[in-house]
């Protein structure tokens, strides 16, 4: 089963409703004309119209009623009363969440009975079709339709199939890893510019050493302490820089702000 010739409905339509949009539409998985989208931001629903030439609807229940696979890309404060409101709606459509912090649960009870549920963690990179999704699922969910999700998520980056119970720990790394990285950037091209770059070109330099850096170590399969032997010769520049970075602690500041955005999910999950 794909999602290709299946209606895929929005609510909400934010940052992360757009880019799962454009990046559907960029990867042609479906048609504009099979795009439907509600939001309560109507100057936005048609800015969206206009750009994407998608259909959108005047509420919820209509995007409901029109489509096989339902989006809720809405805050989490919202979803109870969504869920209330499309409730009477459903038929047999697959629900994906993308609903930061809402369990699977909250949708199963306030659902009817059977309803297939998926709870997805994707983040900000999906705005460049650069994500890292992690995707839960619920008890009616099949293959089938988790295999749907992953075509989803995969048009907006990457996805991985865990356990529900392991999203605060995708949300500690990936979900805020996106801000750890933009501040070693920041960092790094603070220190070109010590040595004399100008700021844009650090910030390139920097940028895309990252970015480089990553893509090595998802596409060659090597352990990453490998891959930094490659690049540290003895005697060198690197070991230099990697010994003040040991010194500093860099290895377990990164290892304790994942472990502390982790906890500070379940601190907030409790509080739902």
Do not use: W
């Not at 409730?87 to 047999?92: L, P, Q, V």
């Not at 990285?181 to 070109?201: K, P, Q, S, W, Y």
């Not at 850096?213 to 690049?231: C, N, P, S, Y």
């Amino acid at each position: 089963m794909t999602v290709s010739g299946k209606k895929i409905g929005f609510i909400g339509t934010g940052k992360m409703g757009e880019a799962l949009i454009r990046g559907i539409l960029y990867a042609r998985l479906v048609s504009p004309d099979k795009i439907y989208a509600s939001d309560m931001d109507l100057a936005r629903l048609e800015s969206l119209e206009k750009t994407y030439k998608i259909n959108t609807c005047e509420n919820n229940c209509e995007v409901m009623l029109n489509s096989d696979i339902l989006i809720i890309a809405v805050k989490p404060q919202i979803v109870p009363a969504v869920l209330k409101e499309i409730r009477d709606s459903i038929k047999n459509q697959l629900i994906i969440s993308i609903a930061a912090g809402v369990p699977i649960e909250t949708f199963e009870t306030a659902l009817p009975e059977r309803t297939k549920v998926v709870r997805v963690m994707p983040n900000i990179a999906a705005t460049v079709r650069e994500a890292a999704s992690a995707i839960s699922m619920g008890r009616a969910v099949s293959k089938e339709d988790a295999d749907i999700a992953h075509e989803i998520f995969n048009s907006v980056g990457m996805s991985v199939l865990l356990p529900e119970y392991l999203m605060d720990a995708v949300t500690g790394l990936s979900g805020s890893g996106p801000a750890y990285i933009f501040m070693i950037i920041e960092a790094l091209a603070d220190g070109g510019v010590h040595e004399g770059l100008d700021r844009n070109t650090a910030k390139i330099l920097a940028a895309q050493t990252v970015l480089g850096a990553a893509k090595m170590v998802l596409d060659d399969k090597t352990h990453t302490g490998e891959l930094r032997d490659m690049v540290t010769s003895p005697g060198g520049t690197t070991i230099r820089g990697i010994r003040v970075m040991e010194d500093r602690g860099v290895r377990i500041a990164m290892m304790d702000a994942v472990i502390e955005a982790c906890e500070r999910s379940r601190e907030l999950g409790k509080k739902k």
